[in-house]
């Protein structure tokens, strides 16, 4: 049918600086994870693994299923049936440990309106880590906020909102980032913050997962990566091949 | 369905054993001394209180059944058991007035048990109306669950904050002051109820069991079909 | 035991930046204590014997909004899921939020003291101290439910009728004791009764209080 399976290329991409995902233990290992609701599977069968330190790309079009599936990897949802492995390990019952070193960038980001730039990133930073005042206006700096940094976020754009939200994402180091739609509602200048931000990361050791339908662009910085369409894997591969895969299929 | 006889043979006991208990109580067992014939609704009324606390007995320990198994079973009892009980305890306050009115010459009064009852009720009810407004099949079971458990350790506060505040019911009477011949209109009253309820509640638990599992699956099936 | 801090820090933080909306509350309450003075007419004595009955009913409709309101702010923009991920427990969550909804309905309680005070022409007969301890209980009393319950209608349709519903057949005890306790209190208290009262509704806190922050683990995880 649909099914065009590229596998996954032998060699990892030369532009990632780590090692051979053979020799690492996988940050994300999914098997067969499915969520349904209702009557209809919102994902179905997905099967993958995210090696560590590397940048994973999910791409298909809106309703394809990409922010269930990166809610089940966050461990918000429970899959209606499948299993995930975290570094390792599968968390059964208890998603705690595994949970606090993830990071989501929710589509709706998760700020609180009233609240001003700078109180927003200690506010969430001191729930996690207890940044220090510095780190906070160097956080800021990061994301070119620091003018701003008292002004309550209510009065913010969309892409100044985003730009507060990476911010805060970055205030509680995590260990796998997962983006959901990270390009919407960017500026150009926003949209290469946040490719700089995802190398920051990945100089860090974390693993970042990006889903979108920005596909170039994603691809741009990801080694490889799933194609979802309609909740399920219709291609899986190196960025390149799923650039070629997504060509070929949408256009 | 051997499951579906089982519940009929249940029912059908329930149903004669109501019709001798209501025969005794009303022509064989004497007259109640102080209430005279008005008396008699004892024989429904009090069954129908004990088997009401025992649906919302069973409903909560369906709930924490949930908690721990997680399974649709469960979930299905919780249903089916709150239910019933809500439909007993409405019965019961229905009964309670009509005994009330020529007693005490009120429809309602203040009476900590009468009180208890209505909040159980309430609570309870508040319960069936959150099952129907939550979609998720996880986030209703989950948090009807939490509805059931606070509702039902709610009731004995109920009933002791209202007993201070103020109380002027008859205590409880134990069957064994009373008439030999009441007492065993009152236990063949009281099976009589068991049996239907457990019955009502066999039959509801067995309907919302297939209704949720439709809901949540049979998974493999339908993940199937969707590749053929 | 510092999360719970953090999370009552971040939810006064907020309500006191939100604080336009807080003062709306506090005017609904405020309005439902006129009304009901006006339904139970010009009567002093009448008054004086019910202000402590009108002073809780104006708090619990209240409260139902200030509830839902402190939960509304997690959902509206998906903060709770930010929130789920980082290191904080649900049991913190949990007593941080309920918290920060006790001293709040504290504070909706001493603004609309003086009302009470001054439309049901009330003198107090017990030290003020002791009013402002029932308020403290009342309000925790409220609360604990209150909480749980509204992390479950914030994200259930038709949410405004939904916790009213759930909530208030759990608060009777806690509200007969309050009651109570400020009636005694307003119209003197010659049995000494009031110290009974005082006692169920610690009773009353200190169940739901424990019951509460285990289940809420349940309700969030969904």
């Known amino acids: ?22 020799a690492r233990e996988d940050a994300i290992t999914a098997r067969d994870v499915s969520k349904r609701y209702g009557a209809h599977w919102a994902v179905s069968r997905a099967t993958f693994r995210v090696a560590q330190g590397s940048c994973f790309l999910i791409i298909g079009q809106n309703g394809a299923g990409k922010s269930t599936l990166l809610r089940i990897v966050a461990t918000l949802n429970r899959p209606t049936l499948g299993e995930l492995s975290y570094f390792g390990e599968a968390p059964r019952h208890d998603h705690a440990a595994v949970r606090h070193r993830i990071g989501l960038l929710s589509p709706r980001l998760g700020l609180y309106e009233d609240l001003t730039a700078a109180e927003s990133l200690l506010t969430f930073g001191r729930l996690s880590t207890r940044p220090s005042s510095d780190r906070i ?10 003018p701003s940094l008292a002004t309550p976020v209510r009065l913010f754009s969309q892409g100044m909102r985003k730009r507060l939200a990476l911010a805060c994402l970055a205030a509680q180091d995590p260990d796998l980032v997962l983006l959901d739609e990270p390009y919407g509602a960017l500026d150009p200048a926003g949209m290469t913050l946040v490719d700089n931000m995802v190398r920051r990361w990945q100089r860090q050791g974390a693993t970042v997962v990006i889903a979108t339908h920005h596909v170039e662009r994603g ?18 591969g190196s960025a390149e091949e799923l650039t070629r895969f997504a060509a070929a299929r949408f256009h | 369905m051997g499951m579906a006889k089982w519940e ?5 006991i329930g149903l004669i054993l109501l019709g001798v ?3 005794m109580g009303l022509f064989i067992a004497p007259k109640e001394a102080m209430m005279g014939d008005v008396g008699r609704i004892l024989y429904v009324h009090v069954p129908v209180a004990w088997i009401s606390m025992l649906s919302f007995l069973v409903a909560f320990v369906a709930a924490l059944g949930y908690f721990f198994r997680g399974t649709t079973t469960w979930d299905a009892l919780m249903e089916s058991a709150v239910e019933v009980g809500v439909v007993l305890t409405s019965l019961l306050l229905a009964l309670g007035s009509l005994w009330a009115r020529p007693t005490w010459g009120v429809w309602w009064d203040w009476d900590p048990r009468l009180t208890t009852a209505a909040v159980m009720l309430l609570a309870f009810l508040g319960v069936t109306a959150l099952r129907r407004l939550v979609d998720g099949p996880e986030q209703r079971a989950t948090w009807s669950a939490v509805a059931t458990v606070v509702a039902f350790v709610n009731v004995p506060i109920v009933y002791f904050s209202v007993k201070w505040w103020r109380s002027l019911h008859q205590t409880q009477s134990s069957p064994k002051t009373v008439d030999p011949g009441m007492v065993t209109s009152l236990r063949v009253c009281a099976f009589a109820v068991l049996f239907i309820a457990i019955f009502f509640i066999a039959r509801r638990w067995r309907i919302a069991k297939t209704r949720l599992e439709n809901e949540l699956a049979p998974p493999e099936a339908l993940l199937d079909s969707e590749e053929a | 035991m510092r999360q719970v801090w953090e999370v009552l820090r971040k939810d006064l933080l907020i309500e006191w930046r939100g604080r336009s909306r807080s003062t709306g509350v506090f005017f609904f309450a405020m309005i439902l204590l006129l009304l009901f003075s006006f339904a139970l007419g010009p009567d002093s004595q009448v008054l004086r014997q019910h202000a402590g009955a009108y002073m809780w009913l104006s708090l619990l409709l209240s409260s139902t909004l200030a509830l839902s309101q402190s939960f509304r702010i997690e959902v509206e923009s998906d903060a709770l899921t930010v929130l789920r991920l980082l290191p904080v427990s649900p049991v913190s969550l949990y007593y941080g939020k309920a918290a920060a909804n006790t001293l709040v309905l504290l504070l909706l309680g001493v603004a609309s003291g003086p ?19 029932l308020l403290l209980l009342g309000c925790a009393g409220l609360a604990a439910p209150g909480t749980l319950y509204a992390g479950i209608t914030c994200r259930a349709k038709g949410q405004e009728i939904l916790l009213p519903v759930l909530l208030f057949p759990l608060i009777v005890p806690a509200m007969l004791a309050s009651v109570k306790a400020t009636t005694l209190m307003m119209n003197g208290d010659p049995m000494g009764q009031g110290r009974s009262w005082f006692i169920l509704l610690l009773c009353f806190d200190i169940i739901y209080w424990s019951i509460s922050g285990l289940l809420f683990a349940k309700v969030i995880e969904e």
Request: net charge negative.
């Open chain 1, 1 to 22: 049918m649909l099914e065009e399976k590229i596998t996954v290329a032998g060699s990892a991409p030369a532009r990632s600086a780590v090692a051979p995902a053979a």
């Open chain 3, 115 to 133: 009302i009470v005070i001054a439309v049901f022409d009330v003198t107090l007969h017990a030290p003020i101290g002791h009013l402002l301890l």
């Open chain 2, 21 to 23: 208990g209501h025969y």
């Open chain 2, 8 to 12: 009929d043979a249940v029912g059908a």
């Open chain 1, 137 to 146: 206006h160097e956080l800021l700096g990061l994301v070119g906020l620091n």
């Open chain 1, 219 to 236: 691809a741009e910085l990801a080694d490889d990566g799933i194609s979802l369409d309609r909740g399920r894997i219709v291609a899986k």
